[in-house]
C-alpha cells in the first residue's frame, strides 16, 4: 500500500489564489509520486517541489522577517526514530533536502542559523536570493503600517509582546496574507511512514523566531503508527505540541484517526491551525479551524486529489478515493 498526503498551508486563502495553489499539490503530488517506493524519498520531493514552486511559504515563496529576510525552517521525522532539521536557514532553494542531510549526514538533529548555512554550502547546496517580489511588497507594506517607513523605532517597538498581538491585527485585517506552509506525510509498500514541514514562518517575525514546524511533536510528527504535519500560527502549535497531540488522543483514547486530528484541533483557538495526517493502516485525515486548509493525497489506485477545503469545519477522511 502507498499513500500520500500534502498540505499548502491554511488560513483565508483568497479564491483568486486557489487555481496556482492547487496546481502546485497537483505537482508537488507527481514529484512525490515518482519517489514513492520510499516514504521518506517521497516526502522530500514533494516538499522540494513546493518549495521550489514559489507558490507557498516555504523555500523561494518564504515570507520575510522584520529585516526583509527570509529565515526558514524544515523538518523530516520517520516511523523508526530518525530526525533531521534546520533553522532560520537563510539563502537556499530547498530547506528539506538540507533537513535531510542534517539527519543523514550530520551527527546532529537539527542545525539552526549561520551553522546551518554553513553546513548547507558544505554539502553542496549553493546560494539562492530567497525574495519572491510578491513577498517583498507585502512585507514593505505591512512594515510601513506597522513601524513607519524611518527604522529609528522599529528595533524597540518590534521588540516587545505587543508587537505580535499588533502583527496578529493587521493580518486579521488582511488574512490573505497567512499561510501557506508546506508539508507531506507518506507510506510505502514496506509499510514505513516519514513525515515533514517546510516555512519561511510569518511576515514581519523577529530575527531568530522558530516556528512549530521544526519542532519535533509541535509542527512534525513520525511515529510507527502515524505521521502529522501541522500548518497555522506557530506560537500556538507549539504551546498545545499539536502533531503529538494527534498521535497521543489515538493511542492513549483509542480514537480513529480523524476524531483525533479533529479533536486536537479544536482543542486550540479557533482560525489558528490545521493539520494532516497518515496512519500505518494507509487512512487519511485533515482537520483545521480556519477558513482554509489547502490539501492534496493520493487516492488509493493513486490517483490525485487536490482542493482547498473551505468551511471552517473540523473534517476527516478515512481511505477514501474521493472527498
Ligand atoms: N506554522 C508556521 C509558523 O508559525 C506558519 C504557517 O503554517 O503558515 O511559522
Same mark, same amino acid.
Given at each position: 500500500m502507498q499513500r500520500l498526503i500534502l498540505h499548502g498551508g491554511a488560513g483565508n486563502i483568497p479564491e483568486s489564489r486557489f487555481p496556482e495553489v492547487e496546481r502546485g499539490l497537483r505537482e508537488a503530488l507527481a514529484a512525490g509520486q515518482a519517489r514513492l517506493s520510499h516514504a521518506l524519498d517521497a516526502v522530500e520531493a514533494a516538499i522540494a517541489s513546493m518549495e521550489s514552486s514559489g507558490i507557498y511559504d516555504a523555500g523561494l515563496g518564504s515570507v520575510l522577517n522584520l529585516y526583509g529576510r527570509a529565515e526558514m525552517d524544515a523538518l523530516l521525522m520517520t516511523d523508526d526514530g530518525r530526525v533531521g532539521g534546520v533553522i532560520g536557514l537563510p539563502r537556499t532553494e530547498n530547506p528539506i533536502r538540507v533537513a535531510r542531510a542534517v &539527519? +543523514? =549526514? =550530520?551527527? /546532529?538533529?537539527? !542545525? =539552526? @542559523?549561520r551553522g546551518a548555512e554553513r553546513f548547507a554550502r558544505? &554539502? @553542496?547546496f549553493p546560494p539562492v536570493k530567497v525574495r519572491a517580489? %510578491? %513577498?517583498?511588497?507585502?512585507? +514593505?507594506?505591512l512594515k510601513a503600517r506597522l513601524v513607519g517607513k524611518g527604522t529609528e523605532a522599529e528595533g524597540r517597538r518590534a521588540y516587545t509582546p505587543a508587537w505580535f498581538e499588533e502583527l496578529r491585527r493587521l493580518v486579521e485585517a488582511h488574512p490573505e496574507l !497567512? /499561510? @501557506?506552509t508546506v508539508g507531506a506525510v507518506a507510506l510505502d509498500e514496506k509499510g514505513r511512514l516519514a513525515a515533514g514541514t517546510s516555512t519561511g514562518g510569518i511576515t514581519l517575525k523577529l530575527e531568530g523566531r522558530v516556528s512549530d514546524s521544526c519542532l519535533p511533536g509541535c509542527g512534525t510528527h513520525a511515529d510507527r503508527r502515524l505521521g502529522v504535519s501541522c500548518t497555522g500560527t506557530g506560537e500556538v502549535i507549539v504551546r498545545h505540541q499539536l502533531a503529538q497531540q494527534v498521535a497521543r488522543r489515538a493511542e492513549e483514547r483509542g480514537l480513529a484517526l480523524d476524531r483525533a486530528a479533529g479533536s486536537a484541533v479544536r482543542s486550540l483557538p479557533r482560525g489558528t491551525a490545521g493539520l494532516i495526517a497518515l496512519d500505518r493502516k494507509g487512512r487519511y485525515a485533515w482537520a483545521h479551524n480556519t477558513r482554509n486548509l489547502a490539501v492534496g493525497l493520493l487516492a488509493p489506485r493513486g490517483e490525485p486529489v487536490v482542493r482547498v477545503a473551505r468551511a471552517p469545519t473540523l473534517r476527516g477522511a478515512t481511505d477514501r478515493s474521493s472527498w
Open positions: &539527519m +543523514e =549526514s =550530520s551527527p /546532529h538533529v537539527l !542545525l =539552526s @542559523g558544505a &554539502m @553542496g517580489p %510578491r %513577498r517583498f511588497q507585502v512585507y +514593505e507594506e !497567512l /499561510h @501557506g
